[in-house]
């Protein structure tokens, strides 16, 4: 008797789990299969869940002078600013191209759709022939993700000497994953002889839930065989690309700033719940103080100060040690703000005559989500 005991008392205990379990159970299941209602539960989803995604500055005006002059990334936008690059040979060749590096600035685990590398040159001589192909690749990897066009059939070419725009398509930019990661590189070849081209952008735009455009954060230049690196100098802290400024008046002037244009990208319908710029500089000068603060503009109307002719943001006097202030704008609160940010920094320093400043980035992150 004592051993039949011992088996019936673990078989009662399952029995009795296994009714616990099943009534629970079954009135989960009744939750979501039957044709009860369950208004207490629920389950929601959102195209692009709530984040920050970062991006740069690509326009710039300087007025430091006291004289507004555009001294944007002279390969992001279609204008007067250009940059040449060295010498190409009449021949293809795998040491000889032109590669554009491009920021993470997308949300993450979205399908891309038109993904188009806009490219707008010339050749430098305007009787020349130059053609191109395209490579994809990663920048974190350098792997090789697709190839447009061959020595064979460029993917275009160009004569003479206007600018001309030629849109290759890229659907091997299918997710947001490979855009936030993307390089592209162009072999070239002048047919005509050893000179060089001028380029005036070079971007990269698509879809998600909203267009987007890439600007190159930098780009390497290897036209003779021998690489030369051009970063934009507000993309990248710690890159050797800066912006030295002119001489700084002693006191805060109305007509004395930088001004600089970013956009977020943020799609129609997403609810915007603030930004914060990332500003990192240093004096011009070791032992003169440069000291600053900020406004914030969307068409050209006044939509946030922070700090004032009276209480800077911050002030240094190294010109060895950089200073990073993150500034909050909770008033970049809507799609059209984030989209259309113009930021302007008064500068000022206080050594007699006036010193200047450098700057080594300037983000601005945007949070947004769209459901």
């Known amino acids: 008797m004592r051993a039949r005991s011992s088996v019936t008392r673990p078989v009662l205990l399952v029995l009795l789990v296994v009714g616990v379990v099943g009534a629970l159970s079954g009135g989960v299941y009744g939750a979501f299969f039957a044709t009860t209602s369950n208004p207490s539960s629920a389950l929601s989803a959102k195209r692009i869940f709530p984040g920050d995604r970062t991006t740069s500055a690509w326009s710039f005006t300087d007025a430091v002078n006291g004289t507004a002059t555009d001294a944007s990334d002279p390969i992001a936008f279609d204008d007067a600013l250009s940059k040449t690059t060295k010498a190409w040979a009449t021949t293809w060749s795998a040491t000889r191209y032109v590669e554009f590096d491009y920021l993470t600035t997308q949300p993450d685990g979205l399908a891309v759709s038109g993904a188009t590398f806009d490219f707008r040159y010339r050749p430098a001589t305007a009787t020349d022939t130059v053609c191109f192909y395209l490579e994809v690749r990663s920048v974190s990897s350098g792997s090789l993700v697709a190839t447009y066009g061959s020595t064979g059939t460029p993917a275009g070419c160009v004569t003479g000497a206007g600018y001309t725009t030629v ?140 700090g004032s002719t009276s209480s800077d943001i911050s002030c240094n006097s190294s010109n060895s040690t950089w200073t ?48």
């Open 167 to 306: 849109s290759t398509s890229l659907p091997a930019v299918s997710t947001t994953a490979i855009a936030n990661d993307l390089r592209v590189r162009a072999y070239m070849r002048n047919q005509n002889g050893a000179r060089a081209i001028v380029i005036d952008s070079a971007r990269v735009t698509g879809s998600h839930h909203g267009a987007f455009t890439l600007y190159p954060s930098l780009h390497v230049d290897r036209a003779d065989g021998t690489v030369q690196t051009n970063s934009w100098s507000f993309a990248t802290a710690g890159d050797s690309a800066t912006f030295f400024s002119g001489r700084w008046p002693t006191a805060y002037t109305a007509n004395r700033w930088i001004e600089l244009g970013t956009s977020g990208f943020v799609p129609a319908g997403a609810t915007v719940t603030g930004a914060e710029l990332t500003h990192t500089y240093r004096s011009g000068r070791s032992g003169t103080p440069f000291c600053y603060y900020l406004e914030a503009y969307v068409s050209g109307g006044l939509i946030g100060s922070y």
């Open 324 to 371: 990073t202030d993150v500034v909050p704008m909770p008033e970049v609160d809507t799609v059209a703000r984030a989209n259309n940010l113009v930021i302007r920094l008064y500068g000022k320093s206080t050594s007699a005559g006036g010193r200047e400043s450098e700057h080594d980035r300037v983000h601005v992150t945007f949070t947004y989500e769209l459901d």
